[in-house]
C-alpha cells in the first residue's frame, strides 16, 4: 500500500466513524466525549465539542497527550471496510468556539496528531502525517458516505421534492426519495412510488474537489435547503 493510498483510507475511516474513544493522558478518571461530536477539518485534524470549563478542555490548556482510537463506519454492515481502525496519538489544543449562528457555546478540542496508524485485524499500517493532512483527500469516501446519509437523515422531505423536480414527476407520487451515492461528479437518487424503486444519476456541471464546492453543487443540482 502507498503512503497516498494509506492516508487516503486513513482520513476516509476518521471521516465516517462507526464509534470514537478518546483517552487523555493523566486523566482520572478518563475524560469521555459523551454528546459531543468528532469532526475532522480540511487538514484531517479530530476535533471534539465540549462544554467550556470541561475535563477536556482544562487537558487543552494544558497541552496534554491524547489518543484517539476509532471504527470505520465506511459501507455496509459486516463489510470488509467495517474491519478498519485508526489510532492516533497527539497533544490537545483550543479551536475556535462553535457555530456563532446557531448561539453554540461549546467548546471545541482538537488533537493536534503526532503519530497514524491504520489497522486491520493484525496488520498495522503507520501512516505518513504529511500525505494525512493532504487536502486533496478532503472529499475521501467517508465524507461523501456521511453527506448521503446526513442528507438522507435529515432532508428526506427536501429530497422527495428536489428529486420530482429534477426528474419531472408529481412530487406527490413518490413514497419516498434519498441519495444512493455522493462523489464528486454527481450524485445517484433514489425513490420509491407505486411503481416500485428506482434510481437516477444526476450529474454536477463540473467535478468538485472542496466540501464547500460540494454543498453548491448538491443545492445547484437538488435543493436549496440541502446542508
Do not use: K
Not at 44 to 58: H, I, K
Not at 65 to 76: K, Q, R, T
Not at 133 to 142: K, Q, Y
Not at 195 to 219: C, K, N, S, Y
Amino acid at each position: 500500500m502507498t503512503p497516498a493510498a494509506a492516508a487516503l483510507i486513513a482520513r476516509s475511516v476518521l471521516s465516517c466513524p462507526s464509534a470514537v474513544t478518546l483517552r487523555v493522558d493523566g486523566a482520572d478518571p478518563a475524560v469521555e466525549h459523551d454528546g459531543c461530536e468528532v469532526t475532522t477539518d480540511v487538514h484531517g485534524v479530530p476535533v471534539f465539542a465540549t462544554a467550556p470549563g470541561s475535563a477536556l478542555v482544562a487537558g487543552a490548556e494544558h497541552g496534554r497527550g491524547a489518543v484517539v482510537e476509532v471504527s470505520s463506519g465506511l459501507g455496509a454492515p459486516a463489510t470488509r471496510e467495517r474491519g478498519l481502525r485508526l489510532v492516533m496519538r497527539g497533544r490537545l489544543g483550543r479551536r475556535e468556539a462553535g457555530c456563532r449562528c446557531c448561539a453554540d457555546d461549546r467548546a471545541l478540542v482538537a488533537v493536534e496528531l503526532e503519530a497514524v496508524m491504520l489497522l486491520r485485524g493484525s496488520l498495522a499500517v503507520p501512516v505518513d502525517l504529511h500525505e494525512f493532512r493532504d487536502r486533496r483527500h478532503v472529499l475521501n469516501e467517508g465524507y461523501l458516505q456521511r453527506t448521503a446519509e446526513h442528507a438522507n437523515e435529515a432532508h428526506e422531505p427536501e429530497l422527495r421534492t428536489a428529486t420530482a423536480a429534477a426528474l419531472g414527476l408529481p412530487v406527490r407520487t413518490l413514497l419516498a426519495a434519498g441519495l444512493r451515492r455522493v462523489d464528486p461528479g454527481g450524485v445517484e437518487v433514489a425513490w420509491v412510488d407505486e411503481a416500485g424503486a428506482h434510481t437516477r444519476r444526476l450529474e454536477f456541471v463540473q467535478p468538485v474537489t472542496t466540501p464547500q464546492e460540494l454543498d453548491a453543487a448538491l443545492r445547484s443540482r437538488l435543493h436549496a435547503g440541502l446542508c
